[in-house]
């Protein structure tokens, strides 16, 4: 049985099929449900949500973000443990290349040729993910890097920035510490003496010298 305490923000869970029914009971309008019980079929995963005030303890929280041609909402739900086969950490971003659009891939290609820790979240991946069309000329490429430390931080937010300058798209990168919290890039690369940090069970601000520490 998957160890739900191990799991963390953006991990993507399988769910075995036989469950995708009760997950989404009272979730849909009748017309894109069987689209999404198709998902069940085509082994396609949830992702590990934050837990809300609804949530029971004796559940896993999920998240399931549609396509736009689906109506781009994203649901929230919830299964047993016991239903769940699998959990991954997302794609890397050297995985989802493939999917990227041509005029995005000079900059994921600067990111790889740099050898950055990059897993990609967001629209790319689940379009590498699933096959659906998730991106829109609007999309961000959505990050999570990565990093032991603050020199490795400061680093790799140099990186970044430079790359980020030159793209044609937004990229919106978290730094992921060895303990699971997460900052955004560009708030650490702002100096702040403060820091927005997020964990699976909430967000909190702590002293910048407190992140790696």
């Known amino acids: ?8 923000r953006h991990d993507l869970v399988y769910v075995c099929s036989e469950a995708w029914s009760g997950l989404l009971h009272g979730q849909v309008e009748g017309e894109i449900e069987p689209d ?6 085509s082994g396609r995963p949830a992702i590990f949500r934050r837990r809300i005030c609804s949530d029971s303890m004796d559940i896993v929280p999920l998240g399931l973000p549609l396509p736009p041609d689906m109506g781009r909402k994203r649901l929230t739900l919830a299964c047993p443990p016991t239903a769940v086969i699998l959990a991954a950490p997302p794609p890397l971003l050297r ?4 999917a990227a659009p041509a005029r995005w891939r000079p900059a994921i290609g600067a990111l790889l040729e740099a050898d950055v820790s990059c897993r990609c979240f967001g629209s790319l991946a689940w379009q590498y993910l699933t096959g659906l069309s998730y991106l829109t000329g609007t999309s961000d490429l959505d990050l999570l890097v990565a990093c032991r430390s603050s020199v490795d931080a400061t680093r790799t937010t140099a990186l970044l920035n430079d790359v980020a300058e030159r793209a044609p798209m937004r990229i919106d990168a978290e730094l992921i510490t060895p303990r699971g919290t997460a900052v955004q890039w560009r708030e ?21 010298e407190a992140l790696f520490a």
Do not use: C, F, Q, Y
């Open 1 to 8: 049985m998957i160890d739900v305490a191990a799991l963390r």
């Open 36 to 41: 999404l019980l198709a998902w069940a079929t």
């Open 95 to 98: 995985d989802v290349l493939p």
């Open 188 to 208: 650490w690369l702002s100096g702040n003496p403060e820091l927005l940090v997020k964990s699976h069970t909430g967000s909190a601000l702590i002293a910048r």
